[in-house]
């Protein structure tokens, strides 16, 4: 059902014929040691309901964002019950039906729903084919099953919806039982076509931005020019007057208006915004002194690596510092909701990443029990990471709570989203080596300063709705994400073989401008600075970049994504020309999620600064992989995106304001600065756990970006964006 088709009756309904209510209480109770998500919800019905025709619907926590999880896990739950992918049905992310998954992040989907589903349709299966067996009255071994069928050595069969019938589905899983042997796959391992592309490429009804329900009003917010601004009483009688204006709202610095037609609430919004007056403070840093100024801020300190070994002296030492800016998400649809208050209940459509803590943070905002409340997660036009997307919900849900009983429709303007989002953090970090006579690292000690990754709404003080108006909410304490995944040390510790190192990270605690989590956090930074520091080390040690590091890499699989990239590229048989570069770089991500190794060309025109990307080889390693043409999605995905960030982003500021409020101020990579060629390679592991891939390809993009620089110009490039103006400022132009 397209969201075009879709009626504020059907949407409350639930899109399929059986909306599944429950709570984690009712089921069983959380247990470690289960596989993926099973830990936090083990009854297989919270996961797979079959019906009496036979097909399948699934239910996943997680909420597709375009990386393409409704195909794989599609995909999985097909293969482990044998049925045709067009038989089963995913319903994603809603506090009604599915399971509370916290927030599709961290590239963690395949990892624990994609877990999940294989372990709760392999075991469906197996209950399917014990009903089966004792109405046959044969052993379990000698059925096979089929397309949603169990058929019998002797020619019997039954349909998955007759066995159904009086099997209760309502047990815990049984992790393990029944998984299919690898080498029989039909639908894992194999590129389906996704199914969340066709309604985008034909410009169908595919977004939250797209919805349209009967008798619904448009809403649009005005938002304070910068942080801490106060609005001042003005007259707001002739904007309520104009044609199609429902109502105005103020609470506080909150200010909205509603109107039956979009053009109106927008062209209202705007003349609000001419009207209100706002008293300003210089409360933003002099952004010269960035990223400087990261290191003299209060930050809490944390020792995450201490390793010490004797080993043999150094007799090289090299120190070196990298910084980021603050990035934007530079959503390409600004962020949008839609609310409906009725009888008392709230319904949400947003494309948040986390509907259960979105929930639990508007039921502080309003006021309602939770029970009260239902969030319904719906694709955006622009997404990973905690863009507007929350706080548009915060905004459509007071609006809705003053109109109600009909939908309420908020759409953030293009400045509103890029001055007002939770930006990526600025960071700097340090690195200091010792290289010893042969060419080996002696010792290794790395600093990396950074704001909290995490803010999303963990209540209503996260949400800008909550801190605008007349009550303040208060936010949540800052805590640090804690290591293996980190948040600002994220992939800051090096999986290469390292007899004594160091690594601290300093927790920032202020936090000048609004930030939160952005794709991949700190790997992108950690893993730029450390891969290039690597290039730094082997110029010193006079060794291949590569060479060098599978000199320091122990992990048998880390070496052979390396070694594939490397090889495909054709790294050894690359010949030097003026102005031209070549770059490469490894991590895995998070130190336990996928492998991924980038080996690039560029050439840099020394004249203008302007870097130019050619071809680009990546291998990945995502244990068994579902999709791999998603996989290679992403993988391309993260190269682009991260080619972006690190040619041309940064949030720009002054002691008052964002000032990068629109495309101008805030370039972003166009298609004739998109790479020449880009090339994926996947070491496919069946049987092996699933690996996050969605932010594998940042950090090792970017080093590898900034190592082709630097072997083109013969000079290094530590801060980022690598701007034109830098590359001129590095060679003397």
């Not at 209510?21 to 936090?40: D, Q």
């Not at 590569?546 to 000199?551: K, P, S």
Request: some cysteine.
């Amino acid at each position: 059902m397209t969201a075009a088709a879709l009626t504020r009756r059907s949407l409350l309904q639930g899109a399929g014929a059986l909306v599944v209510a429950f709570s984690l209480e009712a089921g069983w109770a959380a247990e470690a040691g289960l596989p993926g998500a099973l830990k936090t919800e083990a009854s297989l019905d919270a996961w797979i309901r079959l019906d009496a025709a036979g097909r399948a619907t699934v239910f996943t926590g997680k909420a597709e964002l375009g990386q393409g999880i409704r195909t794989a896990l599609l995909q999985i739950a097909a293969e482990q019950l044998d049925l045709d992918p067009a038989a089963v049905d995913l319903v994603t992310a809603d506090t009604a039906r599915t399971p509370n998954e916290g927030f599709t992040a961290g590239s963690h989907s395949m990892q624990d729903s994609g877990t999940a589903i294989l372990h709760a349709a392999a075991y469906a299966r197996r209950l399917l084919l014990e009903r089966a067996a004792a109405q046959f009255g044969v052993a379990v071994e000698q059925l096979s099953t089929d397309k949603g069928r169990v058929t019998s050595a002797d020619g019997r069969s039954a349909g998955y919806g007759e066995l159904v019938a009086g099997l209760s589905l309502h047990v815990p899983v049984v992790p393990g039982t029944g998984l299919k042997d690898p080498a029989a796959y039909r639908q894992m391992g194999r590129s389906l076509p996704r199914v969340d592309i066709p309604g985008k490429v034909a410009g169908g009804a595919a977004y939250v931005q797209d919805l349209r329900f009967d008798g619904m009003l448009h809403a649009r917010v005005v938002r304070p020019p910068s942080y801490g601004a106060q609005m001042q009483d003005f007259d707001t009688a002739a904007i309520e007057a104009r044609p199609g204006v429902v109502k105005l709202l103020r609470d506080g610095d909150f200010l909205a208006v509603v109107a039956t037609r979009e053009w109106q609430a927008v062209t209202a919004q705007q003349a609000l915004q001419a009207a209100a007056h706002w008293t300003e403070t210089a409360a933003l840093p002099e952004p010269a002194t960035f990223p400087a100024l990261l290191r003299h801020l209060a930050a809490q300190d944390y020792v995450i690596l201490d390793r010490s070994q004797s080993g043999v002296p150094a007799t090289k030492r090299l120190t070196a510092q990298y910084s980021r800016p603050y990035l934007s998400h530079g959503s390409i649809g600004p962020s949008c909701a839609v609310a409906l208050f009725l009888d008392g209940a709230l319904t949400v459509w947003t494309h948040g990443q986390g509907v259960y803590p979105l929930r639990a943070s508007l039921a502080e905002l309003t006021g309602l029990a939770p029970d009260k409340i239902r969030c319904i997660h719906v694709e955006g036009s622009g997404c990973y990471g905690h863009n507007g997307a929350d706080d548009a919900a915060g905004d459509a849900t007071l609006i809705a709570m003053a109109l109600a009983g009909r939908p309420i429709r908020v759409q953030l303007m293009r400045d509103q989203e890029q001055l007002w989002e939770p930006f990526g953090p600025a960071m700097t970090a340090e690195a200091e080596a010792g290289l010893d006579e042969a060419g080996r690292i002696t010792d290794w000690r790395y600093e990396v300063w950074s704001n909290t990754h995490e803010r999303r709404p963990g209540g209503a003080g996260l949400l800008l709705a909550g801190q605008l108006g007349t009550r303040k909410f208060p936010p949540r304490a800052l805590t640090p994400i804690p290591q293996p995944e980190g948040g600002g040390d994220r992939n800051a510790i090096p999986l290469y073989a390292l007899q004594s190192a160091r690594v601290v990270h300093h927790f920032v605690t202020e936090m000048p401008l609004r930030v939160s989590a952005q794709r991949s956090l700190g790997a992108y930074l950690n893993i730029f600075a450390i891969e290039s520091f690597l290039d730094e080390l082997a110029l010193a040690a006079g060794a291949d970049p590569v060479a060098f590091r599978l000199r320091h890499l122990e992990e048998v699989r880390a070496r052979e994504v390396v070694q594939r990239a490397a090889d495909k590229f054709g790294w050894t048989d690359w010949r030097k020309a003026a102005g031209h570069g070549r770059g490469f770089a490894f991590a895995r991500y998070k130190n336990l999620g996928a492998y991924c190794a980038v080996a690039l060309d560029l050439t840099v025109d020394r004249s203008s600064g302007l870097i130019r990307l050619g071809r680009v080889v990546a291998a990945v390693d995502s244990g068994q992989a579902v999709n791999p043409d998603g996989i290679r999605n992403q993988i391309e995905g993260a190269i682009v995106q991260s080619a972006s960030w690190t040619l041309f982003e940064a949030v720009g500021f002054d002691r008052h304001r964002v000032t990068s409020r629109d495309w101008s101020r805030y370039p972003i990579l166009r298609f004739d600065a998109a790479p020449r060629s880009v090339e994926v390679e996947i070491l496919d592991r069946p049987g092996q756990p699933f690996l996050g891939t969605g932010e594998a390809g940042q950090g090792p993009a970017a080093a590898a970006i900034g190592n082709a620089v630097a072997d083109a110009l013969g000079v290094r490039l530590r801060d980022l964006p690598l701007s034109p103006e830098r590359v001129r400022a590095a060679i003397g132009i």
